[in-house]
């Protein structure tokens, strides 16, 4: 079996803990989005919005969708870390980087390290429109499970903490 599809793989049963925390989940499935689930939903975004957005479409396509097929896979090894818990954001870094630095050795694909830096640290337009995108998908699917559980304040919650995101893609929302 191909090593590196193994440690993909755990992606797909890594549950989305804000929104374990929150008790907020799909009525017709009783669970949350895992992080292959998020990151997938994010490719799709990803493909509307750079289609129909003249704002984002001079950006390095292949860059974004390489950036957001990485982004979550530091918390194989870090596990998903939200803002109510008990960790620093420096601690939080370091467990994530050591997370890709690994991957990236282990695998000898250095460029899953070097995309992970960028996107983490805004280091180019690219790292920035995904970091608007990873927001965007907390923000609908927040709203999916406001709706299904009759939650409004799930979704208030979201949108007050992204005002700014939810503005500039209020089109796509």
Known sequence: MNKFYLEIYKLKNLLRKGWLDMNAHDVSTGRVESDAEHTFSMALLTMEIMEKSKKYSNLDKLKVYEMVLVHELCEIDAGDHTPRDDISQQEKYE????????????????????????????????????????????????????EQLNYDEL??????????????FKDFL
């Open 155 to 168: 979704l208030s919650e979201f949108k007050n903490r992204s005002i700014k995101i939810a503005e500039e």
């Open 95 to 146: 467990l994530e980087l050591a997370g890709v630095k690994r991957l990236a050795k282990e695998y000898k694909m250095p460029n899953l390290l070097k995309l992970w830096l960028e996107f983490k640290n805004d280091k180019s337009a690219e790292a920035e429109f995904v970091r608007k995108l990873d927001r965007l998908d907390a923000i609908l699917q927040a709203e999916i499970y406001s």
